[in-house]
């Protein structure tokens, strides 16, 4: 049996802000360790003899960062899918289903989203083997976490009878909501409930022919989204107009609850889904007084808290139970037993087009990053990288003009018909509506500061000539 994991990297992580924003989401954030949490998901399947290279699901905006990161830890995805919009997990799974068994018609996937914690791998690896056996004989699997508590952030699973001569497995009664205390408090002393890990364990085309007798609206566009589809660099870009004809729904409400083949696996793994700020705490590893801090941090009478600082010191005195998490452009401070109404925060900077849910001030290209320095009428100031051999697109502005100065390294400037070398301290100027690209031509990073001036300075006001990466 050859198990293809699936490593499902959609979404926002909404309920992690300011530190998960859409352009950089949690899954792509070194939360737990120095590694990113889609690293580690994917080196946590890495050196499995019975697995084989992943397949990996993003969002386009979202394809260079995670393409970078899988390189950085040495995995080599068998592709990397691109989704031209969310429509939650079953097309996600669909699309990867039907691109596996274009390679192998008895293709067996493991769905891990990107964004959990499993402290236990050999426990993980355990309940995998098990699953396997139940999926050889046509079931499809989760993955039920024994839960540690009356968690109300989760919803669970209950299970029914045992399987025959299965080791420890069960068929599913039924999936449940995520419940108040009191009903979890319930569930906790039955014993017959588990947390719903959201992870999977099944043949591509048995959950295809599921798929097809409960929502065959999803399996049809799901299959024309990659029949239709084409490469694109390293990428695999699923038909724009197929795949968005997929109804949005997950796969426990698609197939998963419709099923009569649906198997529980139970699962004690160290699992966490990392959900909220507080679940993040529960993950981390505390001092004696129960904090968990990261960063240039000072805490003095501070008990059972997160305090994580990203570009200053954060002074914190005298409290207990709280989260405190600083970034360049946002600070949260909330109580640890508030941390679900964080989403209401994003909520809210959506309702009044602010951009703080959306991107850091740091934003990250396939060429290297950007930083916005200062901001005010009719200017911009950023701190441009360019890693080296990279080089930004040729492209126009019909609205900014451009002062770049090198800090460091070697930049080759294009501008109209000139083409020049700048090193350290020189500059040059990129007039409005003029051709210019930026290069590094060395082997060192290149860092320049860039002043933008002119009536419009959005990211929007860029025409592309030119680009190695294919982009718009």
């Known amino acids: 049996m050859k198990i293809y994991p699936v490593i499902l990297s959609g ?27 889609l690293q580690e998901t994917a080196l946590r399947v890495a050196d499995w003899p019975e697995l084989m290279a992943p397949v990996v699901v993003c969002g386009n905006e979202h394809r260079f960062l995670v393409a970078e990161q899988m390189r950085e830890i040495g995995v080599a995805p068998l592709g990397i899918l691109l989704e031209p919009s969310g429509r939650n997990t079953a097309p996600a799974v669909a699309a990867a289903a039907h691109f596996l068994m274009r390679m192998d018609p008895q293709a067996v996937m493991l769905v891990l989203p990107a964004d959990h914690v499993i402290e236990n791998r050999d426990a993980f690896a355990a309940a995998v083997a098990r699953a396997a056996a139940m999926v050889e004989e046509g079931a499809l699997a989760t993955f039920g976490i024994v839960p540690q508590g009356p968690e109300t952030g989760y919803g669970y699973i209950h299970r029914a009878g045992a399987v025959d001569g299965s080791d420890g497995c069960y068929q599913v009664d039924r999936f449940v909501e995520k419940p108040n205390r009191a009903t979890a408090l319930e569930f906790l002393r039955d014993g017959g409930y588990y947390w719903n890990s959201g992870m999977f364990l099944f043949k591509a085309e048995r959950y295809l022919a599921e798929l097809t007798v409960f929502c065959p609206e999803i399996a049809a566009a799901s299959e024309a989204s990659v029949r239709l589809g084409y490469s694109d660099l390293d990428f695999c870009r699923l038909h724009e107009d197929s795949f968005n004809a997929c109804p949005s729904d997950s796969i426990d409400y698609a197939v998963m609850e419709r099923t009569e083949h649906a198997v529980v696996v139970p699962a004690d793994i160290g699992w966490s889904d990392v959900g909220s700020w507080s679940a993040l705490w529960d993950v981390q590893k505390h001092d004696a007084e129960g904090n968990s801090q990261r960063g240039d941090v000072y805490l003095d009478g501070v008990s059972n808290s997160l305090v994580r600082a990203e570009s200053r010191i954060v002074a914190v005195v005298g409290v207990q139970d709280l989260i405190v998490v600083e970034t360049p452009d946002a600070v949260l401070v909330v109580h640890k037993d508030h941390v679900q109404r964080v989403k209401q925060v994003v909520d809210h900077l959506k309702l009044n087009e602010r951009t703080e849910h959306l991107h850091h001030t740091k934003v990250y290209r396939p060429w290297g990053h950007y930083e916005g320095i200062d901001a005010g009428d009719r200017f911009q100031v950023k701190r441009i990288t360019v890693k080296p051999g990279e080089k930004l697109s040729l492209q126009m502005h019909h609205h900014r003009a451009e002062h770049w100065v090198v800090v460091s390294g070697t930049a080759r400037v294009t501008c109209g018909e000139s083409i020049k070398l700048l090193s350290e301290n020189e500059s040059t100027y990129i007039p409005i509506g003029m051709n210019h690209r930026l290069e590094n031509p060395g082997k060192l990073p290149l860092h320049i500061i860039e002043v933008q001036s002119g009536s419009y300075l959005g990211e929007d006001d860029i025409v592309r000539f030119e680009d190695i990466y294919q982009r718009a």
């Open 11 to 37: 979404g926002a992580g909404t309920r992690l802000w300011p530190l998960s924003r859409a352009v950089l989401p949690k899954q792509l954030l070194p939360l737990v360790s120095d590694k990113t949490m």
